[in-house]
């Protein structure tokens, strides 16, 4: 028994649009930020399904990048968390809004 | 590879996923984005993607998760309380689109992937392993790699200046 391509991709895009509502819907920038690496981690999955279908390396090479720029993301983003949490003390994203006011 | 493993597993990462959006304390939804991730990690094994699937439970479920998990503590984050009706009618549009999009794109792939993914060992593959990776990497993608080191470094620059109070 053998796993169509199709069922790999859908998977995929089942776990984008996880990430996608956990950014439109959530509050806590920390959640938002967790489903922002669903999402980065549901592209991987369709670089490694569509790099197995076509027995190519470089889908892998892709990932691997992905990864690194995931890595270093998060840790920028974070910080930026910490920096707005000591400033205004609130880490939801609907009471940062000092630039719209 | 062998169905009934993936089935289970892309299960439990959707099941897992969707417990990390829907729950309210951060604490819980860090708990359940490892455990996807791990799961994550034995599809890329299923898929004969050796090396990335050791390199997902090393930097995504090792070292990012600890990072989510120390700031969470930090920060020392309350469960959020129940706000019905405090998401704008917009972002649901949003959201429909966003389906709608995922949909229309699945449906554009499904036409020119119909086939199905060789068994595992019906087809000797060798291009998840390191040997293969690491080639691609140190030679046709020599310079991305350089710049993903300098990129790290200029990350790591900025996240010292960021959390820093006083440089």
């Known amino acids: 028994m053998v796993v169509p391509l199709m069922h790999v991709i859908t998977v995929a895009g089942l776990l984008f649009t996880i990430g996608v509502m956990g950014v439109l819907f959530r509050r806590n920038a920390i959640i938002v930020f967790m489903s922002?690496?669903?999402?980065?981690?549901?592209?991987?999955?369709?670089?490694?399904a569509f790099s197995r279908y076509h027995n190519d390396v470089n889908g892998q090479v892709f990932v691997f990048f992905i990864m690194t720029l995931a890595a270093a993301e998060v840790a920028v983003g974070l910080a930026i968390i910490i920096g707005v949490y000591r400033n205004l003390r609130t880490s939801y994203i609907t009471d940062i809004n000092s630039l719209k006011h | 590879m062998s169905a009934a493993l993936f089935y289970i597993f892309a299960g439990l990462l959707l099941g897992s996923a969707l417990f990390v959006v829907l729950n309210r304390n951060p604490m819980y939804s860090i708990v359940a984005l490892v455990f996807a991730f791990a799961n994550?990690?034995?599809?890329?094994?299923?898929?004969?993607?050796?090396?990335?699937?050791?390199?997902?439970?090393?930097?995504?479920?090792?070292?990012?998760?600890?990072?989510?998990?120390?700031?969470?503590?930090?920060?020392?984050?309350?469960?959020?309380?129940?706000q019905l009706g405090v998401v704008p009618l917009e972002r649901w549009w949003y959201g429909v689109l966003v389906i709608l999009f995922v949909v229309l794109l699945l449906i554009l792939v499904g036409r020119g992937a119909q086939g199905s993914l060789p068994a595992a060992g019906d087809e000797a593959s060798s291009i998840g392993s390191v040997r293969a990776v690491g080639e691609a990497l140190f030679t046709k993608y020599l310079l991305p790699f350089e710049i993903a080191g300098l990129m790290l470094t200029v990350a790591l620059v900025g996240t010292v200046f960021l959390a820093k109070r006083r440089i």
């Open chain 1, 36 to 48: 922002i690496e669903i999402m980065l981690n549901a592209v991987n999955l369709a670089f490694i």
């Open chain 2, 40 to 82: 994550l990690a034995g599809l890329y094994f299923l898929l004969e993607a050796y090396f990335i699937g050791v390199l997902q439970v090393l930097v995504y479920a090792g070292a990012i998760m600890v990072l989510f998990l120390f700031v969470v503590m930090l920060l020392n984050v309350q469960p959020d309380q129940p």
